[in-house]
């Protein structure tokens, strides 16, 4: 529409009016504290009797357990956007530990009423879940009821929940802390200007090198002056963890994760050893990159860095604009949604100080609606992030008339969504190219993202898992960290790199996160999964939209080889279909070295 204007700034008083300090949210705060109160006493008058008296209780039950989750995502979804926007608000830093407070006290709820499940026998719970009304939640129930069987006592297991609060969650929001106060002094046209880090990581896409070299040296001079504090939070995370394994009796670090993804090892095994198997063809790639920009070998700020000089930038409205339209091809539906969201102000866009750096989107399910934290600066990436946040928006609307308990998807299948929205756009933009230096351009930055996903991503899962073993002997020092991530990206990289980044591991968010631990692999998983959806779409009759949308509505009730065998047909603990999707992105490559090949 000419003359339209889209605001970057996004509206959070439409949901609680006065920010962090807003009477609405208070009393709703008040109102999930009563929520969970009610569901507790309900938990402890439960106890396993007839088949009659159990499906009674446990519609009950899990009415009130729907009830508390919903309402304490829209509490905690609120509090994070608050944090975000502005890492300097002292009221919203005390609502986030008050965030983990209620966090606790639901988790041994839950730990409590999962573990009563525990103690009805296999034969009853069958036929319990038989009873219409709990037969539309079966899957979640007996994935709730089967963990509860591999944990402690309901004492046990509730200690560990008090101590979270100022132990494992304390940590990471100490990380929080610490990085909502550091401070990057860039040199520009002769004076000194200071920056957030995340203001300052945006400027490690400049097309001159020399202001990348800068940046990411005064970037590391930041990281390291705090690397003792980090390497503090970050093995004490880790031995958190660790210590909650030992005592449970889980021998190996991915058991938690790859539960919380509702994926088998096979399954991530096939995915990394379809990786390693192509990975030939990004390093030539990478070599190209260099070539082109007159260097021997990349360093490790150049990986991302624009191979032209003329780089192309759209305001925040251009960028809108372009995502709408692209998605009506695939997706009218999602296309309007897109447009409700940038009407409605539901996206945190605007460059300034004191936001938290990168990028997420939270759900209001009270409220029904989504909000999208970045920071946009014009480039064909923040293009690409902004795409990636709608397409998760857009997964939870189409999940929003949905039972809650089956809303809840995991990350690894969260990352579908988006990064099927993301293509999108990135696939148009190369086609829409008006010269071949613009296309060369756009094309670079696609390839960039398989990189950032079968390299960076997997140097951060090597170093995870290397990290762990070494943290079960004792504390990791600092010089160790700093030798263990260098390693895993010469590793991961297949040392095609001159330099690498010693600090990545305290400057990388995903390592200090305590929800879902190994916050990586899923990304890797969800790319490659989004391709295969891709692939489909495009060979559809037009009926792709109500395929996809089915398939986003099983994500919280599957595991992911029952969706992938469900909706494509195809098998992930086999190589087959990693490799297919990864052809897609070698493809990619072959296009780029033929359109540079003068």
Request: hydrophobic share 35%.
């Amino acid at each position: 529409m000419k003359g339209l204007t889209y605001n970057p700034a996004w509206d959070l008083d439409s949901i609680f009016p006065g920010g962090s300090r807003s009477k609405e949210f208070r009393t709703y705060l008040t109102d999930v504290q009563e929520t969970i109160r009610q569901l507790e006493e309900s938990v402890s008058h439960f106890e396993p009797g007839d088949e009659k008296s159990i499906v009674q209780s446990l519609r009950d039950i899990t009415g009130k357990l729907e009830d508390a989750q919903r309402k304490m995502r829209e509490a905690f979804a609120f509090i994070s956007c608050l944090h975000a926007q502005d890492m300097h608000d002292k009221e919203s830093g005390m609502l986030v530990a008050e965030r983990s407070a209620l966090k606790a006290e639901m988790d041994r709820v839950k730990t409590e009423l999962e573990q009563k499940w525990t103690l009805i026998d296999d034969g009853k719970w069958e036929n319990v879940l038989q009873d219409p009304d709990l037969q539309e939640i079966r899957f979640v129930l007996d994935e709730r009821r089967n963990r509860a069987k591999e944990l402690l006592s309901p004492e046990q297991e509730a200690l560990i929940s008090d101590l979270e609060v100022d132990g494992y969650e304390g940590w990471s929001q100490m990380y929080d802390t610490v990085v909502g106060n550091m401070n990057v002094d860039i040199e520009e046209d002769g004076e000194i200007h200071s920056y957030s880090v995340g203001q300052a990581a945006n400027k490690l896409n400049d097309p001159d090198r020399s202001v990348r070299k800068h940046v990411f040296e005064q970037l590391d001079k930041a990281w390291g002056a705090n690397a003792d504090f980090f390497g503090q939070t970050l093995n004490h995370l880790a031995g958190f963890r660790l210590q909650k394994y030992k005592h449970r009796d889980w021998k190996h670090v991915l058991k938690e994760p790859l539960a919380i993804n509702r994926m088998k090892q096979e399954t991530l095994d096939a995915m990394w050893g379809a990786i390693n198997r192509y990975k030939t063809h990004f390093v030539t790639f990478l070599e190209k990159k260099a070539d082109i920009l007159g260097l021997d070998q990349l360093s490790f700020y150049d990986v991302n860095a624009p191979i032209s000089h003329s780089v192309k930038t759209s305001s925040y409205t251009e960028g809108a604009s372009f995502i709408i339209d692209q998605f009506r091809k695939f997706s009218p539906k999602m296309a309007d949604f897109a447009e409700m969201a940038f009407e409605n102000r539901w996206i945190e866009a605007e460059d300034r100080p004191g936001k938290q750096p990168g990028g997420f989107c939270t759900s209001f399910p009270d409220s029904k609606e989504t909000r999208i934290f970045m920071t946009y600066s014009g480039s064909a990436a923040n293009i690409a992030t902004l795409a990636h946040e709608l397409g998760h928006a857009y997964h939870q609307h189409v999940m929003d008339d949905l039972h809650g308990l089956n809303q809840g998807y995991a990350m690894n299948v969260a990352e579908t969504a988006s990064t099927f929205a993301e293509m999108i756009v990135a696939d148009a933009s190369v086609k829409s190219a008006e010269t071949k230096e613009e296309k060369s351009a756009l094309l670079e930055d696609k390839v960039k993202r398989s990189v950032a996903f079968f390299m960076n991503i997997h140097a951060r899962f090597i170093f995870e898992q290397r990290f762990y073993e070494e943290r079960k002997q004792g504390m990791v020092s600092v010089d160790r960290l700093q030798e263990l991530m260098v390693d895993a990206q010469k590793e991961a990289y297949c040392e095609t790199l001159s330099e690498y980044d010693p600090n990545f591991w305290a400057s990388k968010l995903h390592f200090h996160i305590t929800g879902v631990p190994f916050y990586n692999f899923p990304y890797t998983f969800g790319y490659l999964f989004s391709l295969g959806i891709y692939a489909h779409a495009q060979e559809s009759d037009g009926d792709f939209e109500d395929d996809y949308i089915a398939l986003l509505r099983d994500t919280g009730r599957m595991t992911v080889e029952e969706l992938a065998a469900k909706h494509l047909n195809v098998d992930l603990t086999k190589p087959d279909f990693w490799e297919n999707a990864i052809k897609l992105c070698v493809q990619d490559v072959e296009e780029f070295l033929s359109l540079t090949e003068a």
